[in-house]
């Protein structure tokens, strides 16, 4: 894009929608003009962003007849983005979708702009995919070992905070820390158990979450056949996401050029000093941008088997910033 973009945030009063405007302000991401725009429940709130109130409009069939929008970030439910992420895109807008409505669609790509930033290029709809907050961090260390090894098998066990279960989430988590087991996002009180139960359980015995990662990781890395199994947990933290990753690798390794490769890799931060108690938290992820990995080991239970412990913040980088980003490489285009 050759000027400044006319920006469109649809969600903007929801958790990731506002935090799409957190982002957009600290990376001064450059714009003509902005747009709010939620349900009716929230059209006519203000918002007050980079110093100037803004009135929240209700999306609507014409939203986009009203406004000319270049590049529309949408964190509003896979129903919404269904019916409204085509209307943008046919009124000349490029949406970037935060919900899983669009990310198996064959001619929408999935993107994690570390990973594949060359899908970018002319999306056939007019819609770009954010992938699932699990999968996206998990993307880039797999990318690392893809590139100089290759990847036979990957096994995922996740660690997933309450927030990505929304405001709901949220509320479920502060309800049970105050003695309260009154449940609106989850099947049991999220207080004191995990959860291995995060969406619908499907007719093979996987959530629909599991499901997503097994899915999204072949699309993103463009190894339809790669062998990938999950298992996905919530547990009892506010803020990002945790996972132990397994992966077999098609070629030997060593692990000294593995955490060379990492710390190599953009976006990807090596936290692995176990000696002294160093590895990545959930809480210092909180409130960053990048993918944070350690407790780098072999697996020894097979050849060419190696262990990471992968954290990231399931809002910022799971979600917002990682849309942000790819409205980024939509500039450079």
């Known amino acids: 894009m050759n000027k400044k973009p006319n920006l469109a945030i649809v969600g ?19 714009f003509e003009n902005i747009y709010m725009m939620a349900s009716a429940k929230s059209a006519g709130k203000t918002i007050t962003f980079r110093g100037r109130d803004y009135t929240v409009e209700e999306l609507n069939e014409h939203s986009f007849d009203d406004h000319r929008v270049d590049i529309a970030l949408f964190s509003a439910g896979g129903g919404t983005s269904l019916k409204f992420s085509p209307i943008a895109a046919a009124g000349g807008a490029i949406v ?4 899983s409505a669009w990310r198996m669609d064959p001619d929408v790509p999935l993107v994690v702009p570390e990973v594949n930033p060359e899908d970018l290029v002319s999306p056939k709809k007019g819609i770009i995919a954010n992938p699932n907050c699990s999968t996206i961090q998990a993307m880039l260390p797999l990318k690392a070992i893809l590139d ?15 927030s990505g279960a929304g405001m709901k989430g949220l509320g479920d988590l502060k309800n049970g820390v105050a003695g309260n087991d009154t449940t609106n ?7 004191g158990n995990c959860l291995p139960h ?27 056949d790669l062998r990938v199994t999950a298992t996905t947990v919530r547990v009892p933290v506010f803020m990002s996401h945790s996972e132990s990753i397994n992966i077999e690798t098609e070629k030997p390794f060593d692990l000294a050029d593995v955490r060379k490769a990492f710390e190599a890799f953009p976006g990807l931060v090596v936290q692995d000093d176990v000696q002294n108690a160093v590895y990545p938290l959930a809480r210092e992820a909180a409130g960053h941008d990048e993918v944070f990995v350690g407790r780098i080991r072999r697996d020894e239970s097979v050849e060419n088997g190696l262990n990471i ?3 990231a913040d399931n809002i910022r980088k799971g979600a917002a910033s990682n849309a942000v980003q790819i409205a980024e490489k939509l500039l450079e285009l």
């Not at 970037?96 to 919900?99: A, E, F, I, P």
């Not at 100089?148 to 309450?162: E, H, P």
């Not at 996002?185 to 207080?191: D, E, G, L, R, T």
Request: charged residues 25%.
């Open 148 to 162: 100089n090894w290759g990847i036979k098998r990957v096994v995922y066990s996740t660690y997933q905070a309450v």
């Open 198 to 224: 995060i969406d619908v359980f499907l007719e093979n015995g996987y959530t629909k979450e599991e499901m997503k990662m097994i899915n999204e990781t072949r699309k993103i890395l463009h190894c339809p």
């Open 96 to 99: 970037v979708d935060n919900s």
């Open 309 to 311: 412990w992968v954290v």
């Open 12 to 30: 903007a009063t929801g958790l990731v929608g506002s935090t799409f405007l957190k982002v957009l302000e600290e990376k001064d991401f450059p």
């Open 185 to 191: 996002a989850f099947a049991h009180p999220i207080f």
